[in-house]
């Protein structure tokens, strides 16, 4: 038998699903049972020199039509008109798999209902930790787990940044640059340095892990763009590294609380080592303990293959759906962030810095006081103890009022 | 609806599966859509204060002939009877998930071609890497690759005491002894400190990448029972840690080339900070790169919540196989692993160990000298070049002519 799917977009992840279909036509129909037939591909352009020339189409509505088209992989990117074909798809009788974290960071229980409806599948294993198993082993491995909370390096573009202001002594601005010239960035970085992609993942995860949807806009959401070398070198003298974690736990309230923000992260962290573009994901069952996955979150065959291994799953389970199903969120489902207890690392300038030391140490109730080599004279850092974050907003005011310049705070991880 | 399953053997592992059956209740009826109840226990001991007093039995042809009994989990350990029980459980109809690594790792081809036949499914997540998931995410979310191979730290006892060497400079002796204490080791540990364990594991792992069975006894192991203090300084001296590994890639030719046993790994390896009790294993594919995962290889919980899911796998599958397969081996499939290229640390003693080293240095083509604070005056340690192992063999038995002492050798992986 042959299964006919149509791929929607031809970019990086698309010409990617094509290649890996292509060449291991054999290895997948063997693991599929049924061979994998590309029947149309969906973009605007033209792409003569494909070895799919003959399948491109321009009009969505050959491949809603057809009937023969029994699995769609949406690969284009963006949310329109991504969500109303994928919505046309899952309702004219066609699973669908995607990479798209936007699409189902915005509309994952939407969609997911209508596939639960129809009794087909929505899968979406690429759209975080591109090729790092992370979605089938969250909702299937530890399924005898209560997870109790998930921690990521979800963004490979700012993780790579990050690793070359640490390890290089580069300014932000000079490793934006380089991951610029790389492909690793894109011309505009916005979505990846101020947050906005990890926090599309961790809401995905937390979705997942918790069986409610967590929409981004519901989620406090900082970006690296304001981290400098002093920053760095605090951390290094802390005993850590700053890295953008997209984080989320379940209170005893009920609520989730979640977070993508940078954060001083400990040395003997299994998340510490994570460099360059790699993704690393902690989460945390109360059964299994840790469990970490570690991999390239990104790239064209990785997420490109996570794409294909859904498209495998699919033919497999062409009469029955998986189980993969989360409700729609609400807005009080989401805990305050500045009710998160943790500790707070600050970075401010004041004419007297030793005085400026003093105060809040005496603010804070004690404060531990980090140290680098060439800092300014008017320069002072500290990580205070663990409160919760509205009280040290507080008492960072009340430092502000007495005229010392709050420069930076970094959250401190308890990973 | 109701599914009725057994659960053979009822210690560590076992009472473990009543437990997370029992306190996840609620939220397992739900991912299974099903409920799950636990209809008997086979053990020969008594069991009067536990919640499941009364469901014990002793004879094993009542969950055999109990038509209601769908799913069996096989939790005893051992060979036999586990296999003569398993076996008979497929051939009557019933689906097992077994926590059995030496089961699997002897039988499994036979017990899967039996689940085959019979329309059954035959799982076993949790004998390998304990509530860390691999066997799913290696069929499965990496169905679009080829792997190219895998490595792996496997068994968290022996792993403990290498750590215990490495970071507290504790003695192989006292380090078990402390394992012993703590419960990560046996009375008899020789199944874990010999490599046993490790092999089993890699073998499986093996046998699902590649698709063919693997048997332990095919596997060149060694375990880490000679290794000393100097041999530990000499690898940190060298530029890392001696982790136990077990190792297997796929060769040109089809054939694999496996190994079980002690290897330098580099500082910067992904699999250099898996310590204590951790496992952490990494698949190299052909599209994702290296993704590693990392956990608890052991314990009570993890490895009963893998067991729990992967009944509540089989429930969701109750009329669907899942397509976890892979053929009966050959002899001939396993590579001899003398045929394999590796540099080889060497830690020997000699009269005169400087001119031991010179005639090491001119036999092999030039060697790395490894040095450690103390060393004995007769003692040397080098690395040598990649070469094929027979050829580093043949030149170390010319060395032990020449009146050197050859005490230690340890391959370096390249991880």
């Not at 610029?180 to 979505?191: H, I, S, T, V, W």
């Not at 951390?235 to 989320?248: C, D, F, H, N």
């Amino acid at each position: 038998m042959m299964v006919k799917i149509a791929i929607m977009g031809y970019g990086v992840v698309g010409s990617g699903v094509g290649e890996v279909l292509r060449v291991h036509i054999d290895s997948i129909a063997r693991r599929a049972k049924e061979e994998i037939r590309i029947k149309y591909i969906l973009d605007l352009r033209d792409f003569p020199d494909s070895p799919f020339a003959d399948r491109f189409v321009k009009d969505f509505d050959i491949i809603l039509n057809d009937p023969e088209v029994q699995i769609v992989a949406e690969v284009m990117g963006g949310l329109h008109p991504a969500f109303e074909y994928v919505k046309a798809c899952l309702e004219n009788g066609k699973s669908v798999v995607t990479s798209n974290k936007e699409l189902v960071a915005a509309k994952g229980a939407e969609l997911l209902a209508i596939a639960q409806k129809n009794n087909l599948n929505f899968l979406f294993e690429a759209s975080v930790g591109g090729g790092i198993p992370i979605i089938r082993p969250i909702s299937q491995c530890l399924a005898a787990n209560d997870v109790i909370g998930i921690a990521g390096i979800l963004n490979g573009t700012t993780n790579f940044i990050l690793t070359k202001m640490i390890r290089e002594q580069m300014t932000f601005e000079d490793a934006l640059a380089l991951a610029q010239k790389l492909g690793y960035a894109e011309r505009n970085p916005a979505a990846d340095i101020e947050g906005h992609d990890a926090c599309r993942k961790i809401c995905i995860l937390a979705s997942l892990a918790f069986g409610r949807h967590v929409y981004p806009g519901q989620v406090h959401t900082e970006g690296i763009e304001n981290l400098t070398l002093a920053d760095v070198d605090y951390a290094e003298s802390w005993g850590g590294v700053i890295k953008l974690i997209g984080r989320v736990k379940m209170l005893e309230s009920g609520k989730i609380q979640i977070i993508c923000c940078p954060m001083f992260i400990d040395r003997e962290s299994q998340l510490a080592n994570v460099d360059d573009v790699f993704n690393g994901i902690l989460v945390r069952g109360d059964a299994t303990g840790d469990v970490v996955f570690y991999g390239k979150g990104a790239g064209k065959l990785p997420t490109a293959s996570a794409v294909v291994a859904d498209i495998i799953d699919c033919v497999k389970h062409i009469k029955a759906r998986k189980y993969l199903f989360w409700e729609d969120g609400s807005p009080d489902y989401v805990e305050d962030y500045l009710e998160d207890v943790l500790p707070m690392y600050v970075r401010a300038t004041a004419e007297n810095a030793s005085v400026a030391l003093g105060t809040a140490d005496a603010l804070f109730g004690g404060v531990q006081q980090l140290s680098r080599k060439d800092a300014p004279r008017n320069e002072l850092a500290f990580v205070t103890k663990e409160m919760k974050e509205k009280d040290i907003r507080e008492k960072l005011e009340q430092l502000s009022r007495m005229g010392v310049k709050v420069e930076t705070t970094v959250r401190v991880a308890d990973l």
